[in-house]
Structure formats: C-alpha cells, structure tokens
C-alpha cells in the first residue's frame, strides 16, 4: 500500500539518527544512481548504508575486472510467476556456493559449525533492509517463533529441513548479531540447505511484517488491512504479504541486490539497486554494478527471436540448445554474444514412470523393474544425441555428471543400451506377451499398453525426442502417446497421480560432493515425478500421501538416514554410492542424454560474464553462483 522507494526513504530520520559505522579501506563511493536522494537529505551517504563489515570482494584476484556502476540490463521470462528468478539470479544468502561450489559466509559476516549440530551465526553489525530498517538477529526470531511456530501461519509445524529424527532445534538470539541453531543430532544438510538456489528464508524483516501479525498489530488496523487485500484472515494476509522467495510484493524489504520496484502484474517488471546492499569491490564501489534490471514476460516461443534481434543483454532462461544456429546467425545485428555453458543438471531430458499412479493396472504395471528396465533399454539415445544435439550430449541413464566424485561410467551405462530384443524379452518376462493386430502388448486387464507421457509443452527438444522414441517403444510392442500441458496443470495431475508417465529435467543438482544431502534420491519429495505420494508422505509426517512400499525405496530412507548420521565424509560418500547404485539398479527416472550445452546469450558490452561454466539451478542457482552482481557494462550504461 506505499510505494518501495518511499519506504526506505520514509526512515531517513533514523538512519541519521545512527552513529556513523566504522569502514576500513577501501572507503566506500557514493553511487550516482542515489546522488540526488543524499544530497536532498533523503537517503543516507553509503558508509552508513553500509554495513561496518561489508564483504569486500576483489575482483582483480578472481581473475575479474573491478567494474563501473550503471545502466539497465534486460532479459526476459516466460511466466508472470517467474519473476522469483531475480532471487535466484541475486544469490544473496546466509551462506552461498562460491565458483568452486565451496560454502563461504555471504550475508552472514561469519558462522561457526559445531559437529553439525550446533550452527552459530554471527550478523553483519549495522546491516540493514532494503527500506533501511536493521537486520539483526530479531528478524531471524521472528520468523522462527512467530510464522515458523505460528499454527495459524503454518499448521503442519516447522519445515522439514529443521527437523531431525522429529526433534526440532533450539534456536536463540543471545545479542542482535548472533543467531543459535542447536541440535542434540547432527543435521549435515543444514547449511546447504541455506545455500539453496530457492532457500528457506530463516528470517523475515520483522519490522515490516508485525503490521500484518496480530501478536502485534492492533485489531482494527489490522481488519483494515484484511479488508484491503480481500483476504480471510490475518494469517491469509501475511501469508500473502510474506512472499520473499516469490518476489511479487514491491514493499517488501529485501537483502538481495536488486528489489522490486514494479508493484501488480505488468509485462516489464523493473528491479532497481538496493542502496544498503552489504557488497562492495576492491576500490569501495557497492555492489550491483548494475542499477536496474527489466524483466520482460514473453511467450516461450518468442524468447530466441526476441535476443536473435538483440532485446535481451543476458539471457539463458528459454533458450535451449536448438536455438544455437539462430542465434549465432544474429550475433553482429544484435551486438551479443552467444556462450556454451555446461548444463548441472543430472539429466537433459528424462522420463519419470509414475509409480504411485491412481490406475491399479498401470500402477503394478510400472512398479515392475522389468518393464522400467525394458523402456530403458528400447531407447535409441545416440540417434537422439546425434538428431538433437549433434553428437554434443552425453547419452546414458540418469546419475551424477562427471564433475561429480560419484560418477562412473558404469551408472551412466545402466539399462542404458540401445538392445530392442533384451527390451522385448523383459516385457515377455513380465507377463506382457498378448498384443492386439497393431503389434501393441495388452496390459494385464486387456487393454493395450498404451503409455501415456505428459510433458509441460515447454520445450521442443522434448518433444522431439518424444517423436523419436515413439517408434522405438512400438518396435517393442508399446505405444508412446505425448500429451502437452500447462506446466502447473502438469504437476497437478503427477501429484493427484492421474499421469501415468511424465517428462522433465533430471535432478537439479548433478554434481553432488560428499557435504550434499542426498535426500533428493530418497522419497522426500513429491517433486521427484517417480513417487509424488511416497513424497507428500515424508513432507506432511504421513497426514497426506502414502508411506513408501517397495523394499529399495525403503532402503533408499534408511541411506538417507545413514548420511545424516555419519560423522565422517568416507561414510557419507558409502551412502551416497549405494543409492546411486539403487537409482541404477531399478531405474527409477530413464534419463536419455546429459550435459547438452545451454546457449547464453550476453551483450557485447557486458563485462565479467565468464565464458565457461556451469548452468544450473541447484548448486548455481543459474547466474547467481557466477555472482551477476559483479557484471557491468563496459561503459556503465546499459
């Protein structure tokens, strides 16, 4: 209900107010974009918007050019929703992956781990929200005892991830820069957790939130409020006004790079320079270089066409490999550049059977690892690499990539072969001999197996590939039918377990390290399109779902259980290789090619961009992992 510049400036009196912090050299430079505002009296000068450590980072030593503060860059998604991808591509976290995937203090000035059971955190003196309010160690409080323990705000209790072995930490704020995390349990995955390119936010900008909380606003105000928003209830208002990982509310305060200055749904979204970003460079220039980003909302079909003319300054987020040719081809007319990064995730393109399907036949259908196995090995992976990538993929099953301490070629090769008459054998092993006068098996009720695999529509390549695989799977006697979707639609229905098969990416992160928490290979999650039931079983403590039934994915648990517990990295990589061994064995997702190449689209202009690198969502969080806080354009104008 107030404009976001407004509310920051709206405390300039307080700001005043402070004592100035303490700053060691470099001194820090005031950014022309807020000139005006601190000669007005309306914004304090950087050293107090500063924090008294700021993280200095020195570019010259990571081989990058200190840069100069300006201009606007443009890129463009696909969806309204997506303009959480600023969250993703700021990067600013408690702790984050550094480029070589370590875990470094980032908002944090530092942190301590006691055995994995006790994480102290220690703040930034004098940091602040983008509005300038102070972060200190209420806000983490906040979230902890009022919307993390709030039955109203969260009525299934405290989030997974702080839950070990059912026992919630002890959690306390013994001054305003330091934050306590205690278990009696290990909980190795904590601080990864933290790092995550979609974390969970362990702390909320309480100043602003309490107006909309009724342990602290007054009853009437807040019903005005309630009222406003067309709303229930208190609780449906914060939860609406809370949203730091979706992005939308331009008033919330923020301590990533950018906020949002767009308030509503519009087509061009702009994010301008946080003025108490707790960043600087070499030479004192605060971090971004780059004063604002505009995000455009295209069609998905637009996106290659649109940077091919030269509309977008960075861009990777719709394109894919296909898209490599047109934009080569536009490279001079539109003044970028097109890089090849490596993707990160474990799987181009992969299938998920639908284990937890609703359909009894289909169900005990795909539950047989023969008949998964069979499916597998019908797939001619080198004619898709070769017809879809050029030979530039990497075909095999789903597993780790290379870069991976996990990895061997043995995983990659599961059931991975191109064999159509040990596929045929597999399915005649699994009972499936009668076929109708097309060729198509018969399922066990007489129908014909008629396998149906859903996929969001999002990308053609897929599509392709589906196309390909259609006449491999008839070759052995079962008909592939793709149905596109609407991405939400999509995972609707995997989730109901209406679908009986569907298409996606494979895990995330393909580059686990003994520290990752493999509790993406366990039933955790029902993002994991093979077992969304077992998934809801874990994340609601049995409430919804079904509880894991099948031997291996029950072992899988128990693995998981074993990492968590291990007090050494020999022990953590042993569980980790058997539960890749148990994904191989049984072929959970059939992954068809990895680490295709994904094009990037970068403005000749824009400086420190590396040229080589990895494009992933989770280690990386996309660019953020390669900090596009430290780009800038050559020229300081965009």
Wanted: charged residues 25%.
């Amino acid at each position: 209900m107030f404009d976001m510049r407004q509310s920051f400036l709206s405390l300039t009196a307080l700001a005043l107010a402070l004592p100035c912090l303490a700053f060691a050299d470099p001194a820090p430079k005031e950014s022309a974009f807020w000139a005006d505002q601190v000669a007005a009296g309306e914004l304090p000068p950087v050293a107090e918007r500063l924090p008294a450590h700021p993280l200095v980072v020195n570019l010259a030593a990571k081989g990058r050019t200190p840069g100069l503060q300006g201009g606007t860059l443009n890129t463009m998604v696909t969806r309204s929703k997506d303009i959480r991808q600023m969250v993703v591509y700021g990067y600013a976290r408690l702790v984050g992956y550094n480029e070589t995937y370590d875990l470094v203090p980032d908002i944090l000035e530092s942190f301590d781990n006691e055995a994995d059971r006790k994480f102290t955190f220690h703040l930034r003196p004098g940091h602040k929200w983008s509005n300038g309010d102070p972060f200190t160690s209420a806000d983490f409080d906040y979230w902890w005892t009022h919307i993390a323990n709030n039955a109203e705000l969260n009525p299934t209790g405290p989030p997974d991830f702080v839950m070990v072995e059912g026992e919630l930490p002890t959690v306390s704020t013994p001054d305003e820069t330091t934050v306590v995390f205690e278990w009696t349990k290990p909980n190795p995955g904590f601080l990864q957790t933290l790092a995550q390119a979609a974390p969970p936010f362990i702390y909320r900008p309480s100043a602003y939130l309490k107006q909309f909380h009724k342990d602290f606003a007054e009853a009437e105000a807040l019903q005005e409020e309630i009222d406003y928003y067309r709303v229930k209830s208190w609780a449906a208002l914060h939860n609406k006004i809370d949203n730091m990982d979706k992005f939308d509310n331009a008033d919330l305060p923020t301590l990533q790079p950018w906020m949002n200055s767009t308030a509503g749904k519009k087509i061009r979204h702009e994010f301008t320079r946080n003025p108490y970003y707790h960043r600087v460079d070499e030479n004192g220039v605060q971090l971004p270089y780059i004063d604002r980003v505009e995000m455009e909302i295209v069609s998905g079909g637009l996106v290659a066409a649109k940077a091919n003319a030269g509309e977008a300054d960075l861009q990777a987020r719709g394109l894919d490999f296909r898209d490599i040719p047109i934009l080569r081809k536009g490279e001079a007319a539109g003044g970028y550049r097109t890089e090849l990064w490596s993707s990160g995730t474990a799987s181009q393109i992969a299938i998920y059977p639908n284990l937890n399907a609703e359909d009894p036949v289909w169900r005990e259908t795909l539950r047989d690892v023969r008949v998964r196995r069979a499916l597998s090995v019908a797939i001619n992976r080198k004619a898709i690499n070769k017809s879809l990538y050029f030979n530039l993929a990497k075909p095999g099953a789903m597993t780790v990539l290379e870069q991976s301490p996990f990895f061997s070629e043995a995983l990659r090769d599961a059931w991975a072969q191109y064999d159509p008459e040990l596929a045929n054998q597999l399915l005649d092993e699994a009972g499936l001999v009668e076929r109708d006068g097309n060729g198509i098996r018969r399922l066990a009720d007489g129908r014909p197996m008629e396998l149906v695999v859903e996929t969001a529509g999002e990308r053609q390549e897929v599509e392709n590939a589906l196309q390909i695989m259609t006449d491999d799977w008839k070759d052995v006697g079962v008909k592939l039918v793709m149905r596109p979707l609407d991405r939400d639609i999509l995972r609707n229905r995997v989730f109901s377990g209406t679908t009986m098969a569907s298409v996606w990416y494979g895990w995330d992160n393909g580059l686990p390290q003994t520290y990752t928490s493999p509790a993406y290979l366990a039933p955790t999650d029902q993002v994991f399109l093979s077992w969304p039931k077992w998934g809801q079983f874990y994340q609601t403590h049995g409430a919804v779902g079904e509880a894991p039934d099948m031997e291996p994915a029950q072992r899988l648990m128990d693995l998981l259980a074993q990492w968590n517990a291990a007090t050494d990295a020999s022990m953590r990589a042993e569980a980790w290789r058997e539960m890749l061994q148990i994904h191989a064995d049984n072929v959970y997702a059939i992954g068809l090619v990895a680490a295709a190449p994904q094009p990037v689209v970068v403005s000749n202009r824009l400086r420190n961009v590396p040229k080589v690198a990895i494009w992933a969502f989770d280690p990386g969080a996309h660019f953020g992992v390669h900090r596009m806080d430290e780009f800038f354009f050559e020229d300081g104008e965009g």
